[in-house]
């Protein structure tokens, strides 16, 4: 691994580890390349919806972190990152012990990142597709210091 990518890899990390939503919900980052990230989440009961499910909430935070970090690892170390738009099509129950999104970026411009991510369900050991997403990420100067006062 190049020691670009690890001073990318550290930020983004770092970075990841000031979510608290993402912390909530026991979310980690299991694999991480240049524009590509993988969050997952372990299946707790408080996280699901009517029929045991993961909540569609859940599905759609963890893509959403994921697609954004993918863009974040190509950013340069002055740049901080927003999410602008996404959409999600949820395909399947997710029905499992794991919930994990993959994300990659598909165009890397200088200011808006398209991403995409699928996010799976795995039980028995056996992956389900249960959700994809398409993301706009836009890279925006570091405001890493200003937390919102509300």
Do not use: W
Request: glycine share 8%.
């Amino acid at each position: 691994m190049n020691n670009e990518f690890s001073e990318r890899e550290a930020r983004v990390r770092e970075s990841f580890s000031r979510q608290g939503f993402m912390r909530h919900l026991g979310a980690e980052i299991t694999k991480l390349g240049p524009g590509e990230c993988e969050i997952q989440v372990p299946y707790r009961e408080e996280m699901t919806q009517q029929h045991g499910y993961f909540h569609a909430g859940v599905t759609a935070a963890i893509a959403d972190s994921a697609c954004g970090y993918a863009a974040y690892g190509l950013m340069p170390a002055t740049s901080s990152v927003l999410t602008v738009e996404y959409k999600i099509n949820l395909v399947a129950p997710a029905a499992g012990e794991i919930l994990i999104a993959r994300a990659r970026v598909l165009r890397s411009g200088k200011t808006l990142k398209i991403c995409a991510a699928d996010v799976f369900a795995v039980k028995d050991g056996r992956e389900t597709l249960c959700a994809t997403t398409l993301s706009t990420i836009m890279a925006m100067q570091d405001r890493s210091d200003m937390v919102a006062k509300s």
